[in-house]
């Protein structure tokens, strides 16, 4: 299957939403998150309340099972906050249809997971390609933006790779450069190198960083290593549910 044919699955009726570029880029007001299981009701967050400014980087961190990717997927729009609220600029965000949450999730979010969820048929540069096909852009444009984010990526010379012939670190990077490519006004990361060996993990994350600083986004990150939350903007931790300062 081409790359085209995958756009045209994935696309979706337009709707329309303002932007406030004053407001913060993320506000998390009392938002609790909680699951069922059996008879037993077990809150993973719990009345978490969190502002990201714009241009802000913020690291998240806290124990395996704490709850981060809870948090990352509450503040993403991929799950449903069983109460508070989700602002992003000027959009209420839990008011919002389906619709309107995946085109918000689509031109306002960037994410990165621990994995890099490659399209295996598909090369390096393609992979960049295709969230710009899916926003719209032209292919000729698409293929000059994925060209240069590989290439600050330091990958011009992996462009036609697929990722099965890319190192962990390289196929991390091209994550990276596929999440920002259409230039969200977030970045939300979950262990985005907790899958690499340690140098390597530094090398991809100082390149993330600089990525991320040079684009002007805000950024939270999920990172279980204090070395790397320490070279962000600020640091908050979610423990029993509950995140706070650090």
Same mark, same amino acid.
């Given at each position: 299957?081409?790359?085209?044919?995958?756009?045209?699955?994935?696309?979706?009726?337009?709707?329309?939403?303002?932007?406030?570029?004053?407001?913060?880029?993320?506000?998390?007001?009392?938002?609790?998150?909680?699951?069922?299981?059996?008879?037993?009701?077990?809150?993973?967050?719990?009345?978490?309340?969190?502002?990201?400014?714009?241009?802000?980087?913020?690291?998240?961190?806290?124990?395996?099972?704490?709850?981060?990717?809870?948090?990352?997927?509450?503040?993403?729009?991929?799950?449903?906050?069983?109460?508070?609220?989700?602002?992003?600029?000027?959009?209420?965000?839990?008011?919002?249809?389906? #619709?309107?949450?995946?085109?918000?999730?689509?031109?306002?979010?960037?994410?990165?997971?621990?994995?890099?969820?490659?399209?295996?048929?598909?090369?390096?540069?393609? #992979?960049?390609?295709?969230?710009?096909?899916?926003?719209?852009?032209?292919?000729?444009?698409?293929?000059?933006?994925?060209?240069?984010?590989?290439?600050?990526?330091?990958?011009?010379?992996?462009?036609?790779?697929?990722?099965?012939?890319?190192?962990?670190?390289?196929?991390?990077?091209?994550?990276?450069?596929?999440?920002?490519?259409?230039?969200?006004?977030?970045?939300?990361?979950?262990?985005?190198?907790? #899958?690499?060996?340690?140098?390597?993990?530094?090398?991809?994350?100082?390149?993330?960083?600089?990525?991320?600083?040079?684009?002007?986004?805000?950024?939270?990150?999920?990172?279980? #290593?204090?070395?790397?939350?320490?070279?962000?903007?600020?640091?908050?931790?979610?423990?029993?549910?509950?995140?706070?300062?650090?």
């Amino acid at each position: 299957m081409g790359i085209n044919a995958h756009a045209k699955v994935l696309k979706l009726e337009p709707v329309t939403l303002s932007k406030t570029m004053s407001a913060p880029t993320l506000q998390l007001e009392k938002v609790t998150r909680t699951f069922q299981q059996g008879e037993q009701e077990i809150s993973v967050l719990k009345q978490v309340s969190l502002i990201i400014q714009p241009g802000e980087i913020v690291a998240l961190v806290g124990a395996s099972g704490a709850g981060k990717t809870t948090l990352l997927q509450v503040a993403g729009l991929l799950e449903l906050p069983t109460a508070g609220s989700i602002r992003m600029s000027d959009h209420v965000c839990e008011q919002l249809d389906d #619709n309107a949450r995946t085109l918000l999730r689509r031109q306002y979010i960037g994410f990165v997971y621990q994995f890099h969820h490659l399209l295996p048929e598909f090369s390096a540069l393609e #992979n960049v390609m295709l969230p710009q096909l899916i926003a719209g852009a032209s292919k000729a444009a698409a293929k000059l933006e994925a060209e240069a984010f590989l290439e600050r990526m330091g990958l011009s010379h992996r462009l036609s790779h697929r990722p099965k012939k890319l190192s962990g670190g390289e196929q991390q990077r091209v994550a990276i450069a596929r999440a920002l490519v259409n230039k969200p006004r977030i970045l939300l990361a979950d262990e985005p190198t907790g #899958n690499l060996d340690d140098e390597t993990a530094q090398t991809v994350f100082e390149e993330m960083l600089t990525l991320v600083r040079n684009t002007g986004l805000s950024a939270l990150i999920a990172t279980h #290593n204090l070395e790397l939350a320490q070279k962000m903007d600020r640091t908050v931790k979610l423990q029993g549910g509950v995140l706070s300062d650090l």
